[in-house]
T-cell receptor, first 111, second 116 residues
Framework: ELKVEQNPLFLSMQEGKNYTIYCNYS?????LYWYRQDPGKSLESLFVLLSNGAVKQEGRLMASLDTKARLSTLHITAAVHDLSATYFCAGSGGSNYKLTFGKGTLLTVNP | DAGVTQSPTHLIKTRGQQVTLRCSPKSGHDTVSWYQQALGQGPQFIFQYYEEEERQRGNFPDRFSGHQFPNYSSELNVNALLLGDSALYLCASSSLGGDPSTDTQYFGPGTRLTVL
């Protein structure tokens, strides 16, 4: 059964700094997702990563996938306060299959 | 284009009662999945419906049941509520045959269930 681990679980950053969130998964996962959740809100899809070496970027966020290492990373560049949220990675056998989530990384960006 | 909608937004019940939560999928989607998110945790998969049948099920007791209607909307029923059932219940919709590079599950706003 697929297990997904994220680290760190809590991340406090200063504005303007860079940092990376790591997502390890235990068995083969057909695809890897990143979601963002604001307090009291639902999940917003950020990235879908399908293949080894896949890299996607949107604004200050960049996600990558290494299927051989069973590792995905979410890199934050020059953090701003608006990026404060909880970030989840999830693996699955496809979009029509169940998502297995990590525990999430609570990111706080301080001025 | 309406996204995934859920009702009600909030619900307060007492132990032993039964509850029904509702979900309408994003336009064009035919698959509905339900997740339970406890405070401070990642969502946990409950079950998924496709073509009005339960297609996959997570590690939840039989007290959790569901239904999908011909218009693809879905209900989640929980019987004999326990204090531990207090959580945010999320519905997600998806569809077969989409572009894999962008295909994902789209989540609704959730129903916050409190069991007293």
């Amino acid at each position: 059964e697929l297990k997904v681990e994220q680290n760190p679980l809590f991340l406090s950053m200063q504005e303007g700094k860079n940092y990376t969130i790591y997502c390890n998964y235990s068995t083969t996962s057909d695809r890897l997702y990143w979601y963002r959740q604001d307090p009291g809100k639902s999940l917003e899809s950020l990235f879908v990563l399908l293949s080894n070496g896949a890299v996607k970027q949107e604004g200050r966020l960049m996600a990558s996938l290494d299927t051989k290492a069973r590792l995905s990373t979410l890199h934050i560049t020059a953090a701003v306060h608006d990026l404060s949220a909880t970030y989840f990675c999830a693996g699955s056998g496809g979009s029509n299959y169940k998502l297995t989530f990590g525990k999430g990384t609570l990111l706080t960006v301080n001025p | 284009d309406a996204g995934v909608t859920q009702s009600p937004t909030h619900l307060i019940k007492t132990r032993g009662q039964q509850v029904t939560l509702r979900c309408s999928p994003k336009s064009g989607h035919d698959t509905v999945s339900w997740y339970q998110q406890a405070l401070g945790q990642g969502p946990q998969f409950i079950f998924q419906y496709y073509e009005e049948e339960e297609r996959q099920r997570g590690n939840f007791p039989d007290r959790f049941s569901g239904h999908q209607f011909p218009n693809y909307s879905s209900e989640l029923n929980v019987n004999a509520l326990l204090l531990g059932d207090s959580a945010l219940y999320l519905c997600a919709s998806s569809s077969l045959g989409g572009d894999p590079s962008t295909d994902t599950q789209y989540f609704g706003p959730g129903t916050r269930l409190t069991v007293l």
